[in-house]
Structure formats: C-alpha cells, structure tokens
C-alpha cells in the first residue's frame, strides 16, 4: 500500500482490511462447440442501468475473462431490450432485477457495473461493498463530496477493488491534444514549462461537447408512463413531480440527479490533469465561478470555474462565452506553452520528451486487479479527488460565490452554507444505507 493510500485512509479515520474477500468465480458457457472456461479464468458480472452506456457494445459485453450474468433497470423497457439482447448476443438468459439491491446480492455475480444516474452512485458502490462484490463504476463517481467519502470507506472496510470508469489518463488521445496523455505528464514532470503550471479546459478541447446539458425551470406535471417506477428512480433524491426531462438522459440538467455538463463530463477532462500535475493526492484549496444566479431546481450554463491548488496550479473550466477567444494554451508555464495538437514552444520537444523516462508502469487491466487483488489505476481514492474537483465546482455555481477548501479536513472554510451541500439529505430508507 502507498504512503498517499495510507495517509488518505488514515484521515478518513479508515482502517485497512484485514481480510479479503476472494470474488465467487463460476463456470464458464458450457455446451456444443462452446470452450469450457476454468472456474479460476472466469468472472461474472451484472449491470446496474441498462437504459443508456450499460448498453454500449463496450459494456454490454460477455466473454470468457467476465460474462455478463445479470441486469437491472426500473424502466421495464429498458429491461426487457436488455433481456431480449442477451438472447440474440450471448444466447443467454440473463438475471433481469427491478431493485438493484437484488442484484447487488445475487450470489451469482462477482462485479457490480454502476451506470445509473449520478445520484444513485455512491448508494449503490456502497452496498455493492458491503454485499462483497467489485465495483466498476461510470462516471462522475458521485454527486457530492460526502458520498465519495463514503465510498472510499467502504472499499477498504470490505476489501473491495474498485474501477472509476474515465480512461484518458491511460489512453486513447486526449481530448484535442493529438496525443496521449504519457508524453504531457513526461513534459511536465521534466520541469521545462516551470511551475506553477495553469491548464485550459475550453471548447478547442472538446469540452463544450456536452455543455449544454441544462435544466428547465417551472415543468408541468405529468402522468408517470406505465413502464417506470418514477419513485425507484428517484430514489433517494427528493420528490419532485413526474416529467420527462426530469429522467433518462436529460437528467443531468437538474441539480437533484448530476451537477450539468460540469457533472456529466467534468471527470473526463479533469482527471487526467490531476494526473499530469500529480495532484492526485490533494485537492484545490480554492475555486472561483463567473455565472448566471442559478436556478435552486435546473442547472444552467456558467462562464468559467478556475480552481486554485496550494501550490498556485490552476484549472480553468471555459464555458460559455470562450468558444471564439481564439488559440490558447492547454497548459502554460512561465517557460513554455503546449497547444491544442501539442504545439509547444519549446524547441525539439519530441526529442527531449523520447529521451526521459517513462511514468511508473500501473494496472489498467481491472479484470486482473479483481483477480489478483491489485488496485486498480483509476480506484476509489484517486476517483474520489478528481470527482470532489467537479463537485466543489458544482458546490461553487449553485452559490454563486468564490469557495475556499481545506484538502486535510475535505470541508469548506467558513462557509456553512457550502459544507451543507457535501453531505445532502436523502429520502427514506436509502439515507440509512450510505
């Protein structure tokens, strides 16, 4: 265990399991012209949402490393399609659930996939721990500070290996950038840019992609379809009347559920540049927001959100507005610029990049960590600073006003109103299971 994993669990007031619970491993498809997979080669694992990327070819997935053994979903529709593709993909009859706490404790399954709406997150990563099981989870980890709090907790009480599912800090190119995110954490840790560096996060990036994820205010009432359990998707977020933009993938435009484009896509981008600016142990100590009064119900739009590390590292989040500002740099030292397409201004930087070292190798394969009991690259802990960047974002607009943080305590400095938002009231009974 590292010293930053020590020292996090420690101020968590968490003690380190003593006792791993091994996964259940199964049998794997058996019958003519199939492969009989060892029971020691083959993980099974279910799927919490299936109405959106639970149901992407990249998830919906069952091979001879994990099968796919059971579904949930509270829109029978949603569940039924699931069901329905399991036959004509896999030839199988999947487990299908109404209450994910069916699936969590179906015995029959050794990794719990998260990919409900936001609010579910931490809930549902809690008891899945709890219930023994491996957790892979869709991003944003959580929706509030507190929960992710929790969710760390929990994976070390029970012994759990935990995936955040954000992958651009190990590969594919980054967003814009033309190239992975190895040789800018390469640049970086050479100290040619200087330091404190400040990163860009703007629409030449992509980030505006799904910006626009907002709310509408004042929605009329309507009759609940057939079809879903309105109250089991709210679940422990407050009432609030039925209306189609309220659920499925408009959710996130309403603070209740995720936190907007900031919530739904700020993990993505932000992550990798804890990562580059090895921040992945600590958190900004402050963050400032240029927006709009919002909305108490429906999430709007925002100009800017720049947060501020103890160091003087900064992350600008450009929103609305700076789609035409012209060419800036992603990251800028005092000594150097690096551009979209990694333009740089400093001279041969291929040359001096393939001539360092490479970053310290990780375990990126979340089958083999679920196997070997390794962490996984992008776990609890690391997920869980990159996730309370974005909902100290989050905290920020929805007051309007600069917010000072404490990374040792996790808390908001004198501001009560904002530390009321990291841990929120939930509704009856899933209060008491977090």
């Known amino acids: 265990m590292s010293e930053s994993r020590r020292s ?6 968490v003690g380190i399991a003593a006792v791993t619970i091994l996964p259940r491993h199964v049998f794997g498809a058996m019958g003519s012209g199939k492969k009989i997979v060892a029971p020691s080669d083959q993980l099974t694992r279910g799927i919490i949402g299936v109405g959106g990327i639970g149901m992407s070819p990249l998830h919906f997935a069952s091979d001879d ?111 814009g950038l033309g190239t992975t995110v190895e040789p800018l954490k390469k640049l970086v840790d050479s100290g040619l ?5 400040t990163v860009r996060i703007s629409g030449a990036t992509g980030f505006a992609w799904k910006f626009f994820w907002t709310g509408k205010e004042n929605l ?20 609030k009347p039925y209306h189609p933009h309220r659920v499925h993938q408009t959710f ?6 995720e936190s907007g484009g900031l919530g739904d896509m700020g993990q993505h981008y932000i992550d990798p540049v804890q990562y580059i600016l090895g921040k992945d142990d600590t958190f900004p100590v402050k963050v400032e927001v240029d927006a709009p009064q919002q909305h108490p119900d429906a999430v709007g739009t925002w100009r800017s959100i720049t947060y501020t590390y103890e160091d003087g590292c900064k992350i600008i989040l450009e929103g609305e507005g700076y789609e035409s500002k012209g060419k800036v740099p992603y990251i800028e030292g005092p000594n150097g610029k690096v551009y979209q397409g990694f333009e740089t201004t400093i001279p ?30 992008l776990d609890e802990i690391i997920g869980h600073h990159s996730a309370t960047v974005v909902n100290m974002g989050a905290c920020a607009l929805r007051l309007n006003r600069t917010l000072r943080f404490d990374p040792a305590t996790q808390r908001f400095i ?21």
């Not at 030839?91 to 179906?106: G, K, N, P, S």
């Not at 840019?193 to 560096?197: F, H």
């Open 65 to 175: 490393k994990c099968r796919l053994v059971a579904v949930c979903d509270v829109d029978q529709n949603h569940l039924d399609r699931a069901v329905e593709a399991g036959k004509k993909t896999f030839d199988t009859t999947l487990a299908a659930y109404h209450d994910w706490r069916d699936l969590v404790h179906d015995p029959n399954v050794d990794i719990v996939h998260i990919a409900t709406p936001s609010h579910w997150h931490g809930i549902q990563a809690v008891e899945s721990a709890r219930a023994g099981k491996d957790i892979f989870c869709e991003k944003p980890m959580t929706r509030t500070i507190g929960e992710g709090q929790k969710v760390v907790e929990a994976v070390a009480r029970y012994g759990r290996i935990f995936r955040l599912d954000t992958w651009f800090r190990f590969k594919d190119t980054f967003y």
């Open 193 to 197: 840019l200087g330091w404190p560096l």
């Open 348 to 377: 041969h930087v291929w040359d001096v990049i393939n001539a360092l070292p490479d970053p310290a190798p990780r375990h990126t394969d979340f089958l083999e960590c679920v196997r070997n009991r390794q962490h996984f690259a």
């Open 252 to 257: 996130r435009g309403y603070w209740d559920y």
């Open 414 to 434: 004198g501001d009560d109103a904002a530390n009321l938002l990291i841990n929120q009231p939930m509704r009856a009974p899933w209060a008491s299971m977090i």
């Open 8 to 13: 996090f669990l420690k101020k968590a007031g």
């Open 220 to 239: 009329v009432p309507q009759p609940v379809p057939k079809e879903l359990d309105y109250d089991m998707w709210l679940g422990p977020a407050p009432f």
